[in-house]
Every structure is written in structure tokens, then in C-alpha cells.
């Protein structure tokens, strides 16, 4: 969520796959990785979902860095089968060439070879198609992966990172709350978040509406959004009040001053709060 006048590290999300384009497969990933990016007070500006095409895929990559976003994270195409290409997508993106992580490739060697002594495989062999896996754009560096075998990779741009993870959803949260999540918690700026929430009787939201347009332009780095219950004859309303900053303090005045403007608002409309709590 964007907060006017305040400062937060930028995210993109590009989704890898055609059969998520296709409707085979309900990309949860996204969802799962903007939960936990908004929680540690990132903003998450844009979600592209591409097919598994180096084209596409490098023009995704391409358009984010033009952006100036902090971070872009890419969920898919990392496996060893012949349509996995999101690595030489950000490959041809970065203006790299795909060599040998020899580090990677320890990864998927220890992976294989427990693999085979646990007899889920017949042979920990290094095929072309498993080496496949740890041809990593020329600089990026593997993020290790305790379920699958296709590692994670982290890469740089200028002030551009780049972190491609797995499809497959425990290897993605595996990969990011093991490898990735300690990373963005030194990297993210911290924004401090505090919530109110009102439940307004009797007032329309249509004539809400331009007095809430109001509040937002008078306080800085707060976010007001109302929530109809009922149609507008009945008119109960959840108002949501969130106000953040990079300093606790900051945040709780900001919220405090919002709340008492809306609850100025509502008395001059006659409306009742016929209830108040905290955010969760």
C-alpha cells in the first residue's frame, strides 16, 4: 500500500508460466509473497504474470529495472525441463551470459545424491538437465533450496536486486523465509503501521467520500478507505483509518490526527459511530 510522503522500498512481482495464463494453475504464489513483503513494509507497486518465453521474460525484467524498483522477485522457470527459462530471460535482460555457479551446482549435487540414497531416484548423476540448473546469470549467486533441487538465485542491477525462486510453493516459501526474508529484513526501510476502524451509521457513502479525498491531501502518510455494509438507504459504513511512518511516533500522531478529523466529518454529517477499535 502506497502512503503519500512516505519513503518505502519498491517491489515487483513477475509470475512465470503459461499455464497461469491459461487458467490451468491459481497463481497463489504473488498472493503469499505480498502478504509477507507488506508486512515487513514494503510497497509493492505492480504483479505481471509472463509466459515461459525469454522474450517476454526479458522485457518484463527490463521494464521493472526502467521503473527503479528496489527489488524484483520472479516466481517460476527455474527446473531443469527445456521450457524453465526465466534465468536466461534475466540473463538476456542484465545483458549477461549464462555461466556455471559452481556454488549452485555443489547445491544440486547434495540435493541428487540425498535424493538417490533415500531411493526417490535411481542414480544422483549430473545430467545436462540437472546441470542446467545451476547455469546462473554471470555474477548472480544461489539461494539454497532444503525441498527442491532448482536453486534460488539473487542478482544485482545498479540499485536493482533481483531474486528469482522456484514455482512450486514450499520450495518458493522454503527458499524466501530461509534465504531471501533474512536479506530484505536489512534491506527494507522499516515503516511503522497503526490502524482504527470505525463503523458509521447514517451517513452515505457518496457523501463520504470527497470529505475522506479531504483528510488524505491535509495528512501526510495515511491511507482512509471505506467499506459499505449495506446499500446506501441503509448506510452502514466501515471506515478504515491506516496511518505509518518510519518512526513509531510519527505513525501514532498521524493516526490520531486523521482519526479526529473523520470523526469531525461524521458528526457534521449528522452520521453515529456506533462502534471504534484498533486494527489488527
Known sequence: MRYPGLRQT?????????EILDGRTLDTNSKWLAERITGLGGLIRRMTT????????SSAIREAIRRKTDWIITSGGLGPTYDDKT??????????RLVLNRRALGMIEERYRALAESGVIDSPELTPHRIKMAMLPRGAKPLRNDVGTAPGVL???GKTMIACLPGVPRELYSIYEKELEPILRKKVRKVYRVERWFTV???PESTLAPRIDEIMRRVPGIYLKSHP??????SRIEVQVIAAANRRGVAERRLEKAVALVKKVIRSLEGIISEERAGE
Open 10 to 18: 519498491t517491489f515487483e512481482i513477475i509470475t512465470i508460466g503459461y
Open 50 to 57: 509472463v509466459g515461459d518465453d525469454v522474450d517476454e521474460i
Open 87 to 96: 534465468l536466461q530471460g534475466v540473463a538476456k535482460a542484465l545483458g549477461r
Open 155 to 157: 542478482a544485482r542491477h
Open 201 to 203: 451509521l447514517k451517513v
Open 229 to 234: 455494509k449495506s446499500a446506501e438507504g441503509v
